[in-house]
């Protein structure tokens, strides 16, 4: 990726940056929001803050609280979960366009799904889980035939490359590597099949000491055994390493127009992701559990006139609202308390940490705690994890039970969520639920 290294050469790169939530939807509420799961009832996909009977349907969000600064604000692609949140309250007229809406759009995922070249088309049980080459002259020159990343990418060089009257806040959301993994011929061609390699993750049976509600969470959707069974295991990572090689150059197109417009001296760059992800590590397949991998998120960030550095600080997604706002001076919004810590001291070189663990959550009373060595998982029923990341990175090893760490065990329990808000209500779909009541992420 050799954009996100030009950008990580320019930045604080954050090594140890993780998602309030393994999901979508919890993971960009808690962005936007800068309210952690635990406190706005927003644990699922099928939750839409905007929706909800509770305060959290108010809160005053990222890009909002910038547009009421008096900012020209833009949005482009995949920011928040739902279709067209906050396209009135938080983005300047003329200035948003939405994942997957045919409106906004030339192409849909539906629509894409039919151009993949013959052949190379992977139905599964779900349309997320398709995938397939688009032939290799799609994404250069032809308007007619650009994905959304590209639209989405054009839209947001149209804002850089300008000078304004006004300051400005612009987000592009780039829809890959989200699946389906659909990209052009040339980057499927820089990840040969007979080149890839499973992820030194994986280990045969490392869910042994794994206790019932985790593998329940990791297994119960059978995506590692259906790509297993089928073959695909390789396939699926080719995919998703094409659509990451995508995304890379979209990314580069806009650090272009940054760089050579009059806003490459006084623009704040920050890149991240929504979640991590898992190729097979612990059986499992997407995001949705609360381990490292599906935790941990890609986290930059570039100010003008700070030296680049790498931060060990164990940060989250809720911190970039606090951290944003301080940056520019700004006002935090009146409509709610945020939950995220300011890293600006941090970014400046006036600071060395944050002043508590990252919290992570995935469904009601299922929580992880990560600071610089440990991720301490505790799920509602009072199973436990333990990982100690300087002796066991790939999270092999369970110490939740050795009588060695109880008093580790304690200290991160300290910083468990006080209080665990009720889900706020599904807008579609309806969990899948165990025998033993464990409740998951709801489907159509």
Not at 125 to 150: C, E, F, V
Request: charge should be negative; glycine fraction near 10%; hydrophobic fraction near 35%.
């Amino acid at each position: 990726m050799p954009n996100l290294r030009r950008l990580m050469a320019r930045s604080m790169w954050f090594n140890r940056a993780y998602c309030d939530a393994p999901g979508c939807g919890p993971s960009r509420t808690a962005m936007l929001t800068g309210v952690h799961p635990a406190r706005s009832g927003v644990y699922y996909n099928a939750h839409s803050f905007r929706q909800a009977d509770s305060w959290i349907a108010d809160a005053v969000t990222l890009p909002e609280q910038f547009r009421a600064q008096g900012y020209l604000t833009a949005g482009y692609g995949f920011i928040a979960h739902h279709r067209g949140v906050d396209e009135d309250r938080c983005y300047s007229p003329g200035h948003f366009r939405i994942f997957d809406r045919a409106d906004h759009v030339r192409w849909t995922e539906a629509e894409l799904l039919k151009q993949v070249m013959p052949g190379t088309e992977t139905k599964t049980w779900s349309r997320n889980w398709d995938w397939g080459i688009l032939p290799d002259d799609w994404d250069r020159d032809d308007p007619s035939k650009i994905q959304q990343d590209t639209e989405f990418a054009n839209h947001t060089i149209d804002v850089v490359r300008r000078q304004h009257d006004r300051p400005f806040f612009a987000a592009c959301g780039f829809w890959r590597p989200h699946v389906g993994w659909m990209v052009p011929q040339r980057y499927y061609d820089l990840f040969p099949i007979d080149r890839i390699e499973r992820p030194p993750g994986y280990l045969a049976d490392d869910l042994a000491d794994v206790p019932g509600p985790g593998r329940w969470i990791a297994t119960h959707r059978g995506e590692h055994d259906y790509l297993v069974r089928n073959g695909l295991w390789e396939k699926a990572i080719q995919g998703c390493n094409a659509s990451v090689a995508y995304m890379d150059d979209q990314l580069g197109r806009v650090l272009d127009a940054l760089e050579q417009g009059p806003n490459r001296d006084n623009t704040i760059v920050v890149f991240t992701t929504d979640h991590g992800w898992h190729s097979g590590e612990k059986n499992h397949w997407s995001k949705f559990v609360l381990w490292e991998q599906a935790c941990r998120v890609g986290l930059s960030i570039a100010v003008p006139g700070a030296a680049p550095s790498v931060s060990g600080t164990p940060v989250s997604l809720a911190d970039l609202y606090p951290t944003l706002l301080g940056l520019c001076g700004l006002p935090r919004p009146t409509s709610h308390a945020l939950d995220g810590f300011d890293l600006t001291p941090l970014l400046l070189g006036a600071g060395k940490g944050r002043a508590a663990p990252v919290l992570n959550t995935y469904g009601w009373g299922n929580h992880a705690i990560r600071d610089e060595r440990f991720r301490y998982i505790r799920y509602r029923n009072g199973a436990e994890e333990l990982y100690d990341h300087v002796s066991d990175p790939h999270e092999w090893n369970n110490l939740a039970g050795d009588a060695g760490h109880v008093d580790t065990k304690a200290a991160l329990r300290r910083f468990l969520p006080r209080v665990d808000v009720p889900d706020i209500r599904y807008v579609h779909g309806e969990p899948r639920i165990d025998g033993n009541g464990w409740r998951d992420e709801a489907f159509d």
